[in-house]
């Protein structure tokens, strides 16, 4: 894969002429990127923060082509969000896995702010996203709810993993979560107007979301148990059979 053939696949069917100038990378980019000429820092480091995308693998191939920050433990994850919320006007979407612990569910968090950036004549506007993975609890929740209050995070479960699995291995990119945050009311990560709930509706809005995964979580662990009694019931009645018909 030729570092055009990258650029093409961080485009994901976007034009890369409008793209390129949008960037302030000039209108020959295309054509030089197409002979294999690679943009100095200065232009690496914009597509680089624009589609968190690694510098390394637009270059090589080698390795992950996103930008992700992996933790192991709930109060790190807590420390990179505060640090990243000492800038305000971040919003969060907390995509967990029900199928791990609850005290500590896997999770990606998804950071996200909007940003306008001079680049020479260019004024960038553009979505910066952080995407963070690791172990979830209190000290992460508290935090979202302390720095980015009632209207600014929302979370969500990943019944199968696939989308935790896809930002975890920095194989998701920055054009599809623009894609699903602009689908999203008022371009936020939620389709919930919190902004006017009281403060203790909100204390109740974010108990129940936060409560509603666990509570599916659960309801799925029934269902797997039961499907499980069924077939050990199967099993016992086939035994039976057999032993009545020897």
């Not at 030089?32 to 191939?61: C, M, N, Q, Y």
């Not at 998804?110 to 963070?132: A, F, P, S």
């Not at 935090?143 to 896809?166: F, P, T």
């Not at 129940?208 to 269902?223: P, Q, T």
Request: charged share 25%; net charge negative; hydrophobic share 35%.
């Amino acid at each position: 894969m030729t570092f055009f053939n990258r650029i093409e696949k961080i485009l994901d069917g976007r034009k890369i002429t409008p793209w390129s100038r949008n960037l302030g990378l000039g209108n020959n980019f295309a054509a030089r990127a197409r002979e294999g000429k690679v943009p100095g820092g200065d232009g690496l480091a914009i597509i680089s923060k624009v589609e968190r995308v690694s510098i390394s693998w637009l270059l090589t191939g080698q390795g992950s082509p996103y930008l992700v920050s992996h933790f192991d433990h709930d109060a790190q994850v807590m420390e990179y969000i505060e640090e990243l919320c000492a800038e305000g006007g971040w919003q969060a979407l907390v995509i967990v896995d029900p199928n791990r612990p609850e005290d500590y569910p896997l999770a990606v968090v998804i950071m996200t702010l909007k940003v306008e950036q001079q680049r020479g004549d260019n004024l960038i506007k553009y979505l910066h996203h952080e995407v963070i993975s690791g172990p979830v609890g209190n000290y992460t929740f508290s935090s979202l709810k302390h720095r980015l209050g009632k209207r600014n995070y929302r979370i969500e479960e990943d019944l199968n993993s696939s989308s935790i699995n896809d930002f975890s291995n920095g194989l998701a990119g920055n054009h599809l979560l623009n894609k699903l945050y602009l689908e999203n009311a008022e371009g936020h990560w939620f389709g919930t107007d919190k902004s006017r709930l009281t403060d203790e509706e909100d204390v109740t809005f974010h108990a129940s979301e936060l409560a509603g995964w666990r509570k599916n979580r659960i309801r799925n662990d029934f269902k797997k148990l039961k499907e499980q009694s069924k077939d050990a019931a199967q099993e016992t009645l086939t035994e039976l059979v057999k032993i009545i018909s020897s």
